[in-house]
């Protein structure tokens, strides 16, 4: 065994407490972005998600035994399907609030939280057949046309959102509807422009910790731009922090005004938020796969190293879907988005050479202490939509991109009559129910978000044609 000091940290090892910390800061920080964004645009609490965030890495941590350093965050892949089920859900009067706060009624976030612990069985579901029969055999039921077409539509059904963020037309700045061609619509559109334009530039250009910090530091950036404006034209696009922010909070201390507890919500049955979140897990069965194999090369750079024995972070890939499954629940018993591995946080852990889990453990404490902390959260309600816009932009195009990667990198033939047939199926009625129906498709008496119809369609049709292809070997 080799005494050589070596940089970094595997699983099991833990840093010295000052070291610790500040590896653990890093890794909320890297989270946060990403995290509180999907809490803006659903609707959801932003204390409330940044709190399940860090509850439910805690919980995976201990449900899979302190073996596999990942970092449970909020995904994007679930947006449009929440919004779906608000509008298909919610009275007049509610929408109207959402509309006006950007805050989700409690009633209706009671309501997707059902569909998120419901997609928490898919993941499991998943889980339990890699580990009985391997992960060939998810392949065959979920393969690669299926789960990068949904992934690719997920990102393309959101472009509306994005765009009406971006361009500001309809919004309204200090009480003034914006209209387009107007002094507050070209000043709306500078910030959402340079929010994206430099958001992009932080992507491609920064190197090290800072690569992992395109989104946080494309906020900050366009939030200055918009601190100009206001400062110089007197014209203020940042937000009103929400009543409802705040007054919703389970228990504060003092007068809330610097430490409240998160707003706690609990789930309500929704047969649509059943049928149009739970299907969505599909999507993020691939990505959380992919982790795993990276995570394995990254560890074992650090174990080889260290002379230590190489680990076999594959067979544990059943365990990381279970625990992905249980986490989807628990953050959605208390009132945040479903999740996945963050893979912002992977990519920091290469970086930084330290896989250790007591760092993430301290990291998810961290995360559930600032959800209390009321000035940030209201300094969070008050970023301007145009810089959502300018990041919804980015976000919901990368989505789209990844899942045309899923594609590419599993090597789906484009050639195939098969592969073909499903992902026109899922492209089609995805983005087509999006765009002819708003989002819910009618089908035999039922109103079905186009996403979920998309996926289990997909599936259908994929699992009819395999048959075809099995009959006609045996032949």
């Known amino acids: 065994m080799s005494n050589k000091k070596v940089m970094g940290y595997l699983p099991e090892e833990t840093p010295e407490f000052g070291k610790l910390i500040l590896y653990a800061l890093q890794q909320v920080v890297v989270m946060f972005p990403a995290t509180i964004t999907v809490a803006l645009i659903t609707g959801f609490q932003v204390s409330t998600t940044i709190f399940a965030s860090g509850l439910a890495t805690l919980c995976f941590i201990l449900i899979t035994k302190k073996k596999i350093p990942l970092y449970y965050g909020s995904s994007f892949a679930y947006l449009s399907a929440i919004s779906a089920m608000a509008m298909a859900e919610g009275t007049e009067a509610q929408i109207a609030s959402w509309q006006a706060t950007g805050i989700l009624p409690a009633e209706l976030i009671s309501k997707a939280q059902f569909g998120i612990i419901m997609s928490g069985f898919v993941s499991i579901f998943a889980g339990l057949i890699v580990k009985k029969f391997g992960a060939e055999k998810i392949e065959k039921f979920l393969p690669a046309s299926i789960t990068g077409s949904v992934s690719m539509v997920i990102g393309l059904t959101l472009a509306g959102s994005a765009m009406g963020d971006f361009l500001g037309v309809g919004n ?23 929010t994206f334009i430099s958001t992009c530039v932080y992507s491609r250009y920064l190197k090290g910790l800072l690569s992992q910090l395109p989104l946080l530091l494309g906020v900050l950036t366009g939030c200055a731009v918009a601190g100009v404006i206001y400062f110089v034209g007197g014209v203020s696009l940042f937000r009103a922090v929400p009543a409802e922010a705040l007054a919703a909070s389970s228990f504060k201390l003092g007068d809330g005004s610097i430490f409240a ?43 080889k190293e260290k002379g230590k024995e190489k680990r076999d972070m594959i067979s544990l890939l059943g365990d990381n879907l279970i625990g992905d499954g249980l986490c989807d629940m628990i953050s959605g018993v208390v009132g945040g988005p479903a999740g996945t591995n963050y893979g912002e946080n992977i ?21 559930m202490l600032v959800s209390c902390f009321t000035p940030l959260i209201q300094t969070i309600y008050g970023i301007p939509l145009a810089v959502i816009g300018g ?85």
């Not at 309204?172 to 340079?194: D, F, K, P, Q």
């Not at 992919?290 to 174990?303: F, G, K, S």
């Not at 990519?347 to 995360?367: D, E, G, H, K």
Request: proline share 4%; with cysteine.
């Open 172 to 194: 309204s700045v200090g009480g003034a509807v914006i209209e387009a061609g107007s002094t507050n619509a070209a000043l709306w559109l500078v910030v959402a422009l340079v």
């Open 347 to 367: 990519s920091t852990m290469a970086i930084t050479r330290v896989f250790s889990v007591p760092v993430l453990i301290a990291a998810s404490v961290i995360a």
């Open 261 to 303: 507890l998160p707003a706690f919500t609990f789930p309500k049955f929704s047969l649509n938020a059943l049928i149009g979140i739970m299907p969505i897990a599909i999507a993020t069965i691939p990505e959380s796969t992919a982790h795993m194999y990276q995570l394995e090369i990254y560890i074992n750079d650090v174990a």
């Open 391 to 475: 990041i919804e932009v980015y976000c919901f195009g990368a989505i789209a991109a990844q899942g045309i990667a899923i594609l590419i990198d599993k090597g789906v033939s484009m050639f195939d009559s098969k592969n073909i047939a499903v992902i026109a199926l899922v492209s089609i009625v995805g983005i087509g129910g999006n765009y002819a129906f708003g989002g819910n498709i009618p089908f035999f008496g039922m109103s079905i978000p186009c996403i979920a119809a998309a996926a289990i369609f997909g599936i259908i049709l994929n699992a009819l044609l395999t048959l075809g292809d099995s009959q006609a070997k045996d032949l």
